[in-house]
Nanobody
Framework: EVQLVESGGGSVQAGGSLTLSCATS????????IGWFRQAPGEEREGVSC????????YYADSVQGRFTITSDTAKSTVYLQMDSLKPEDSGIYYC?????????????????WGQGTQVTVSS
C-alpha cells in the first residue's frame, strides 16, 4: 500500500521559512517522481515542485522558482521541500504526491498517489 505522510506545515509570517517532509512507503522510491501540490481555498490544486529521486531532476512552478528547494533522501525514502521567502499567496494545503513522472507535476493529469495534506499559512 502506497503511503505518503506529510509533516512540517504551520503558520509563519511573510518572509519566513518552513520545511515540509514527506515520508514514503509501499513502493520503489526511485521509480516515481515525488513532490508537492497545493490548494488554496476556492482554487484548484496546482503543482508546486517535484523531484525524480533516480537522477535528482526537478520541476518547480514559476511562482516558487528561486524560493523553494526540493531534495530527496533515498536512504530514508523521504522528500523535503524547503520554502523560503514565503508570501501570503503561498498559503494553502500542501499535498505530497507520487506521480509516475515529473511531467505530471505540471498539472492537468490524473494520478492516484496523494497524501492527506498539511496546512501552510503565511500571514502578511
Amino acid at each position: 500500500e502506497v503511503q505518503l505522510v506529510e509533516s512540517g506545515g504551520g503558520s509563519v509570517q511573510a518572509g519566513g521559512s518552513l520545511t515540509l517532509s514527506c515520508a514514503t512507503s509501499g513502493f520503489p522510491f526511485e521509480d516515481y517522481a515525488i513532490g508537492w501540490f497545493r490548494q488554496a481555498p476556492g482554487e484548484e490544486r496546482e503543482g508546486v515542485s517535484c523531484i525524480n529521486p533516480f537522477d535528482d531532476d526537478t520541476y518547480y512552478a514559476d511562482s516558487v522558482q528561486g524560493r523553494f528547494t526540493i531534495t530527496s533522501d533515498t536512504a530514508k525514502s523521504t522528500v523535503y521541500l524547503q520554502m523560503d521567502s514565503l508570501k501570503p499567496e503561498d498559503s494553502g494545503i500542501y499535498y505530497c504526491v507520487a506521480p509516475p513522472s515529473l511531467v505530471y507535476c505540471t498539472g492537468g493529469y490524473y494520478f492516484a498517489n496523494w497524501g492527506q495534506g498539511t496546512q501552510v499559512t503565511v500571514s502578511s
